[in-house]
Nanobody, 124 residues
C-alpha cells in the first residue's frame, strides 16, 4: 500500500522559509516522478514542482521558479520542497504526489498517489 506522508508546514512571515518533507513508502519509486502541488481556498489545485526520482531532473511552475527547490533523498525515500522568500500568495494546502514516468498524463495535476497535505500559511 502506497503511503505519502507530508510534514513541515506551518505559519511563517513573508520573506521567510519552510522545508516540506514527503516520506514515501509501499513500493519502489525509481520509476516514478514525485510532485508537489498546492490548493488555496476557492482555487483549483495547481502544480508547483516535480522531480524524476531516478534521474533527478526537475520542473517548476513559473510562480515558484528561483524561490523553491525540490530534491530527494534516495536512502530515506523522502522528497523535499525547500521554500524560500515566501509570499502571502504561497498560502495553500501543499500535497505530495507520485505518478509513473512511463505513462502519459493529460494534466500537470494528474497523479496516481497523493498524501494528505500539509498547510502552509504566509502572513504579510
Amino acid at each position: 500500500q502506497v503511503q505519502l506522508v507530508e510534514s513541515g508546514g506551518g505559519l511563517v512571515q513573508a520573506g521567510g522559509s519552510l522545508r516540506l518533507s514527503c516520506a514515501a513508502s509501499g513500493r519502489t519509486f525509481s520509476n516514478y516522478k514525485m510532485g508537489w502541488l498546492r490548493q488555496a481556498p476557492g482555487k483549483e489545485r495547481e502544480f508547483v514542482a516535480r522531480i524524476n526520482w531516478s534521474s533527478g531532473m526537475t520542473l517548476y511552475a513559473d510562480s515558484v521558479k528561483g524561490r523553491f527547490t525540490i530534491s530527494r533523498d534516495n536512502a530515506k525515500n523522502t522528497v523535499y520542497l525547500q521554500m524560500n522568500d515566501l509570499k502571502p500568495e504561497d498560502t495553500a494546502l501543499y500535497y505530495c504526489a507520485a505518478r509513473s514516468r512511463d505513462r502519459a498524463y493529460m494534466k500537470d495535476t494528474e497523479y496516481d498517489y497523493w498524501g494528505q497535505g500539509t498547510q502552509v500559511t504566509v502572513s504579510s
